[in-house]
């Protein structure tokens, strides 16, 4: 049986299932990225519930595997040569798992570099944006009197969606007629804008064509439906 004592994170969430991927996270938009890929690409994994209410990303146990205090992370008891490799940051991640398995990224040169651009776009832009809508809108930030930073987000949010919806233009994904690793990284933060943020309205949701009908196609693919309620909550 792999032996994964030497991760500190392993005394306060001890993996029952060793030999497994081990996956420290919960359903976020970012977190979510990670619980998709898995249950499209099949790998057996082990989830393991972060509470970030609780502050459970910046316990030492958990530090030591991201010392970034963020979810997601993991372990994979078999990394390259067989040895544990334990890896953060989301796309990161997702890179990671689609080159172990060979699935959900192209592997010519010119069609992978170009679904890592979207991935990137996703990482550096939609989700820094989208988040700060959801900041500004729906959390503590909706209290502030100076309206000027959610205008501001909610109008760089508007224009990345114009991006996307440019893009997905007579494509069925971001990649064209593959489902690739870019779609599952920005799947969950669109869900997220429009649904649990609320600001479908603010940032003129119902006039988009293209990515409405993506989010749909995402939506209903059943390794999607289980990936955006894992790791389950207590």
Known sequence: MTDLSAFAITRRWPAQHPDRLQLYSLPTPNGVKVSI??????????????????????TPEFLSLNPNGKIPAIIDPDGPGGAPLALFESGAILVYLAEKTGKLLPTAPAERYETLEWVFFQMAAIGPMFGQVGFFHKFAGREYEDKRPLERYVAESKRLLGVLETRLAGRDWIMGDAYTIADVATLGWVRNLIGFYGAGDLVDYGALKNVPAWLERGLARPAVQRGLELPKRP
């Open 37 to 58: 890929m898995l249950e499209e690409i099949g790998l057996p994994y082990e989830p393991h519930f972060i509470d970030i209410g609780q502050n459970e990303t910046w």
